[in-house]
């Protein structure tokens, strides 16, 4: 008898065979592949996968589930399966070779979508590839475009590091027990260089933070906290941007002049 969902765990099985298929298939997996699959479950698309890579690594939190996909998978040489959760997974830990990266495919819990990004994040130089199962308003957040309603400080973090794109949306009747809301394939392509040049990362997420911090603030209201009034209009004005514009306006590269000149500021200032 297989385990059944937990709501704790926020597990939502996907029954849907067609949309089994339809993922499979947007990951363009090959026999060279190794793959991390974040929550495998009751292993519906693990054993899809599993014909279609060299290696596979099923990462799954629930004890239950974990021992069934083990006894399950025993026989295949390409499956592990580890226990654990994997929010504090190493994925450098997985061994592959110098020229390889690593895909990452998962139907994962709504509640933990973004700490699993972030995460996957401080990976990025050992993955080419994330396969994600996300709530559709969030899919929609991370691919929208400046001057949008879903655009925000998340969907840059995401742009700056990935090129993402909906493959098709998943209706919540796919899965078993049915969410509240619909779902999306999303899959995220890490790039191998940011679209803009940053001098001070921490510092250029600081600014987009508080840039969307307050929405129906200007640009102008919402960095008086990173640099002082005085300075903040000039340095603006350096950068070809109108203090008055609000934070959702501006893309990527603009964000990077905003920083990079705050960050010139403070190398001067504090010489």
């Known amino acids: 008898m297989r385990a059944k969902p937990k709501k704790s765990l926020g597990q939502n099985f996907l029954q849907d065979p067609n949309i089994r298929r339809k993922i499979i298939a947007a990951c363009d997996l090959s026999e060279r ?13 693990t054993e899809l996968i599993a014909p279609k890579v060299k290696r596979l690594i099923a990462v799954e939190v629930d004890r239950a589930l974990s021992a069934e996909l083990s006894g399950r998978f025993q026989g295949d040489p390409r ?7 994997f929010l504090k997974y190493d994925l450098s830990a997985v061994s592959i070779p110098p020229s390889h990266k690593l895909k990452v495919v998962g139907n ?11 995460h996957l994040f401080s990976f990025r130089n050992r993955i080419s590839a994330i396969y994600l199962t996300v709530q559709k308003e969030f899919g929609q957040r991370i691919i929208a475009k400046p001057g949008t309603a879903h655009y925000g400080a998340f969907s840059c973090f995401v742009q700056y590091y990935a ?42 997420f600081k600014v987009i933070r508080a ?15 990173i640099v002082p009034d005085g300075a903040l209009t000039a340095l603006l004005s350096g950068c070809n ?20 000149a705050f960050s010139r500021y403070y190398n001067i200032i504090n010489q």
């Open 163 to 204: 090129e993402p794109k909906i493959e098709f949306i998943i209706k919540r009747t796919c899965f078993f027990p049915a969410p509240a809301v619909d779902s999306c394939f999303l899959k995220l392509t890490v790039r191998p260089e940011p679209p803009a040049a940053v001098i001070d990362e921490t510092l250029f």
């Open 108 to 118: 994962i819990p709504y509640y933990i979508t973004s700490p699993i990004i972030e």
């Open 241 to 260: 941007i109108d203090p008055r514009i609000r934070g959702e306006e501006l893309g990527l590269p603009e964000f990077a002049r905003i920083s990079n």
């Open 79 to 85: 499956v592990t399966v580890i226990n654990a959760d």
């Open 33 to 45: 592949d190794t793959v991390v699959e974040i929550g495998p479950g009751q292993g519906a698309l």
């Open 211 to 225: 840039s969307f911090q307050k929405r129906r603030k200007t640009l102008g209201n919402c960095l008086k906290a």
